[in-house]
Each structure stands twice: as C-alpha cells, then as structure tokens.
C-alpha cells in the first residue's frame, strides 16, 4: 500500500516541477546545451554547416599541431564531450560549456570579421551559466 502512496506522490512532485516555469526553463537549457554541442561537435568532421577550419585564429593555428582541420577534429570531441556533460551533470556542464564559449570568444576577437558571432556566444555563454545555476538549484531541491 505505502508503494502506491509513494508512486503517486512521487507522480504529483513531478508534475508540480514540470509546471513550474524556472524548472521549464532549466529543462529547456539542458536540452539545447546538450544537443547543440553534440551537434556541431559532429559537424567539425564533415564541415556540412560550415567551413570550421575558416573560424580559427591564425595565431592559434600556429601553435597548435597539425592543420586547422585537425584542430577542429579536437574542438569536435571537447564539444561533444561537453554535451554529454550537461547531459549527465548539468551543474557541471553548463559551467564547461560557459568556459568553452569564452574560449571560442576570445578566438572569435582576434579574427577581423568574426565579431558577431562572438557576441552571439556571448548570449550562448549567459545562457550557460543560467543552465548551470538553475542545476544547482534544482538539484539542492532533490536533495
């Protein structure tokens, strides 16, 4: 009998998070800062959304072994890793994927052209770490 109790509960608590708007918003963060990174992770193979190797710095080119193509093979597992990391620890994913954007901005700064998307990354970079926070209030809730 305490099982039904329990699992109706259990059921109600859910609902109640999933209708709360800061756990909606946290829901969606998580999900976007999973997917993308492993998207566009991916993408650093195949090249089909971009030519990537164009966005990185020619001073970073220079001191990183090999092409810029294989430094983008690099970038693609860091991203897709990072995604995976919110996926499973957001509280710590979203603060991985906020410092790799600062890394791609600072990238982005030193490329004449370039300015745009690193403000657009900078948005992205925000959007982490409220990702990252609502994570930690969402899991001290669980706990």
Not at 29 to 56: M, S
Request: hydrophobic share 55%.
């Amino acid at each position: 009998m305490s099982s039904v109790t329990t699992s109706s509960s259990s059921a109600v608590r859910r609902r109640a998070a999933l209708s709360d708007p800061g756990y909606q918003a946290f829901v969606i963060l998580r999900t976007g800062f999973t997917v993308a990174p492993i998207l566009f992770g991916l993408d650093k193979f195949a090249n089909l959304l971009v030519d990537w190797p164009a966005y990185l710095a020619p001073w970073i080119d220079d001191i990183v072994p090999g092409s810029a193509q294989t430094a983008m093979y690099v970038v693609g597992v860091i991203e897709i890793v990072a995604g995976i990391a919110v996926a499973l620890a957001p509280r710590f994913g979203g603060w991985l994927v906020a410092g790799w954007l600062a890394g791609i901005i600072v990238n982005l700064l030193t490329v004449p052209g370039y300015y745009d998307i690193a403000l657009r990354d900078f948005g992205l970079l925000l959007g982490a770490v409220a990702l990252a926070r609502l994570a930690q209030k969402h899991h001290a809730e669980r706990v």
